[in-house]
Nanobody, 124 residues
């Protein structure tokens, strides 16, 4: 079992930055691919970013490419999502998720463990 806890969400003005963190506990963390997803009340859960267990390979949704950076620190059992140039359309609840394998995926169905989510609100 893996427990995930996100933090770092909040209210920011358009053009601002936030850094989300997700800390894992309860299992060996370093060999698991991790992902970030987001969801609004009107939409289905949307892929944002994913990282293999090595961390050197990361994937991004086109909508965030060049603005968001995902990284991980396996020694701290933590993944991060650095979000820059935030826009109102980035407003959502952000979730981190863990797979049970090393390879990253852009599909929410491939992730076995989910955090409770952290709210990001970008004002115009």
């Amino acid at each position: 079992q893996v427990q995930l806890e996100e933090s770092g969400g909040g209210l920011v003005q358009s053009g601002g930055s936030l850094r989300l963190s997700c800390t894992a506990s309860g299992s060996s963390f370093s060999r698991q691919a991790m992902g970030w997803f987001r969801q609004t009340p009107e939409n289905e859960r949307e892929f944002v970013a994913a990282s293999s267990w090595i961390g050197a390979i990361a994937y991004y949704a086109d909508s965030v490419k060049g603005r968001f950076t995902m990284s991980r620190d396996n020694g701290k059992n933590t993944v991060y999502l650095e979000m820059n140039s935030l826009q109102p359309e980035d407003t959502a609840t952000y979730y981190c998720a863990a797979r049970t394998v090393v390879r990253a995926s852009q599909s929410a169905d491939d992730y076995a463990y989910w955090g409770q989510g952290t709210q990001v609100t970008v004002s115009s």
